[in-house]
Nanobody, 125 residues
């Protein structure tokens, strides 16, 4: 059974640099496209970043240059290093997995079949 568990969220000041983690179990993460999404109440869940099987990454324009996605396949864990946080980054952050490769150029919720429960990140100014 595929399980994804996020950690590392919390309250942080603007400009802070927390790191989120996503621990995967029940499958071999090296064979999956992995991604981070975020959602605020009343809005659609939006893609933040993806990490593909071949090591390539993609980012939403809103986080490009500030966030870095990475993965440690030996530990079945994915990370999201968030730098220069802004109040508008406040959201519930979700880890997601998709069997096989990522779909190039897409950060769509519908492409991912496995999800974690989310971890809240709140950025205060």
């Amino acid at each position: 059974q595929v399980q994804l568990v996020e950690s590392g969220g919390g309250s942080v000041q603007a400009g802070g640099s927390p790191r989120l983690s996503c621990a995967a179990s029940g499958y071999t993460s090296s064979s999956y496209c992995m991604g981070w999404f975020r959602q605020i109440p009343g809005k659609e869940r939006e893609g933040v970043a993806t990490s593909d099987i071949n090591g390539s990454t993609s980012y939403a324009d809103s986080v490009k240059g500030r966030f870095t996605i990475s993965r440690d396949n030996a530990k079945n864990t994915m990370y999201l290093q968030m730098n220069s946080l802004k109040p508008e980054d406040t959201a519930m952050y979700y880890c997601a997995a998709r069997r096989g490769y990522c779909i190039y150029g897409r950060l769509l919720r519908a492409d991912f079949g496995f999800w974690g429960q989310g971890t809240q990140v709140t950025v205060s100014s």
